[in-house]
């Protein structure tokens, strides 16, 4: 016969009865942020339809225009969970000095690609191009975009009317 205080593993005395252990806490491990996302999506969606709202999908992103110079542009999630204006539309990854070039992931997140190389295009930060910044000397197509900015925030006289 068994001593009550010494039962098997995974066993143990409640009352007069032998119940299982309690099963392990469910998995802490760190779940990549598209996945989350994923999961989270439906709730929202539920919680959205409940209350006549719309839940905007997190690959889009929340366009906006520059509060310093009213150029267009789009707000993504960073991978460390802050907001960076993207400029609209994707350049040559070599005509874009590393570390000013942007990717956004298949979930918006936008993720800065340093000085890889993974595809031929890339997208910039507005911040690199609003004419209230300084302009860019590393590269000719940040001082256009620069210019162009420029130009539209501060338009130059009107040319004269041909007669």
Known sequence: MTDRGTD????YWRGSTRVAAPSARPSRDPV???RAVEDVLPFL???AARTGTTVPDPRTPATTTCDRCGADAGWHRTVGGRWMLLDPGTWPTGTVPPGRRWRVAGDGTAVNIGGANPTDRCRISHFDVCPVNPPPSDSPLL???WRRNA???CPGPAAPAAH
Do not use: H, Q
């Open 8 to 11: 098997t593993v995974n066993r």
């Open 143 to 145: 001082l256009g975009l």
């Open 45 to 47: 969606a539920a919680a």
């Open 32 to 34: 990549p942020i598209g």
């Open 151 to 153: 130009e539209r925030a």
